[in-house]
């Protein structure tokens, strides 16, 4: 095991790490990691229109 911090110990299984980052995709690491386009594509795909918009106003 490797060392976390307090809140990411709860969620840690070791060898399942992509498996994790899907099941705890937040909105916040999608935005950092990836440009506004791949962003967009994947909220699209994601959510439909009204679902889409409330998502992208809980980010702001």
Request: proline fraction near 3%.
């Amino acid at each position: 095991m490797r060392k976390t911090s307090k809140n990411k110990e709860k969620s840690f299984i070791p060898f399942s790490h992509k498996k994790l980052k899907n099941r705890n995709l937040k909105a916040e690491k999608i935005h950092d990691n990836t440009t506004k386009t791949q962003f967009k594509r994947h909220t699209k795909k994601a959510f439909p229109n009204k679902k889409r918009k409330q998502f992208l106003l809980k980010i702001q």
